[in-house]
């Protein structure tokens, strides 16, 4: 379960690197910086650098590309991918090697370290190309300001991510691989709202790809109690989700589910490529400088 919240909250973007690299903000960052777009990070050698754009391009739902290191091994300039959005407004004085609260480093396709603080160490200043990819906590103000809070936020926990057996399409190295997803819990009333609102975040995952029990299933899932990643699911008044519960109600609690940026982190496992690959814990986050109107006004 994720640390109780009794830090000091980031509100901007900037607040919330620096609070990062410094270790003062050491929790999921669902919920802080409210209208500032979160990023899922993968850090490649640079020679799968072509393949894995490659890879954004023809899966944009769960790997829709932000932004890309300027060149190998830079790791505080970004080449901007939003149309609109300049490279200067990524993130300014981002260090990437730091500005998450916490990392996942692959050797291999294999898992060697996972929820350290910092990829200094591991950070190679030749090669390493850092890529940055559109995260659904991003959607999450509009949500609330909708009244539909996402039960996680309301109860300070992490996202529930799932593998499923929906395939990716291939790109060079990584082949093989299925899409993540991450999941809210919400009435069946609540669906349509959920679709209407989040559809217009196109470089945040956008709409969800499936919900309702028999969405769980075309998914490949047979229960949303144990996800992959994050934390158990819990329903809006913070109940632990029984099927058999909420479909005995008239308008029980259903699982929506968003095509999720841990994709990227489950091509790299699959495709097993050599080298010392990183991105971030799942559930921690980059915080971006680019704002949802930033997005939004060239989506809508």
């Not at 609260?101 to 370290?113: A, H, L, Q, S």
């Not at 308008?251 to 990183?278: L, N």
Request: net charge negative; charged share 20%.
């Amino acid at each position: 379960m994720a640390p109780a919240r009794t830090l000091d909250i980031p509100v901007t973007g900037i607040e919330a690197r620096l609070q990062s690299r410094t270790n003062a903000w050491d929790a999921p960052t669902c919920g802080i910086a409210l209208g500032y777009l979160q990023a899922n990070l993968i850090v490649l050698p640079s020679r799968y650098a072509k393949d894995f754009a490659i890879l954004c391009a023809r899966n944009p739902v769960p790997c829709p590309l932000l932004a890309w290191s300027e060149k190998p091994g830079d790791f505080s300039s970004f080449v901007s991918h939003v149309p609109g959005v300049p490279n200067s407004k990524i993130a300014c004085g981002i260090d990437i090697r730091t500005d998450a609260p916490r990392y996942n480093v692959y050797i291999g396709g294999k898992p060697t370290e996972q929820g350290i603080t910092s990829i200094e160490e591991q950070w190679d200043d030749a090669d390493h190309v850092a890529f940055l990819i559109g995260c659904s906590y991003s959607f999450e103000n509009a949500l609330t300001l909708a009244g539909l809070t996402p039960p996680h936020v309301l109860h300070g926990r992490n996202v529930p991510m799932y593998r499923t057996n929906i395939p990716l399409s291939p790109a060079g190295v990584f082949t093989a691989s299925t899409y993540v997803v991450s999941m809210r819990m919400y009435k069946v009333s609540e669906v349509q709202t959920v679709r209407d609102v989040t559809r217009p975040y196109i470089t945040t995952h956008g709409e969800p790809i499936a919900w309702g029990w028999d969405g769980m299933k075309a998914l490949g899932l047979d229960s949303v109690c144990k996800p992959d990643w994050g934390d158990a699911p819990v329903t809006a008044d913070g109940s632990e989700v029984v099927r058999w519960i909420e479909e005995a109600k008239a308008d029980g609690s259903v699982p929506v589910f968003w095509g999720c940026g841990v994709t990227p982190q489950e091509a790299v496992m699959r495709a097993e490529i050599p080298g010392v690959v990183m991105g971030h814990a799942p559930g921690y986050m980059v915080v971006l400088d680019v704002k949802e109107e930033d997005v939004l006004s060239k989506h809508a």
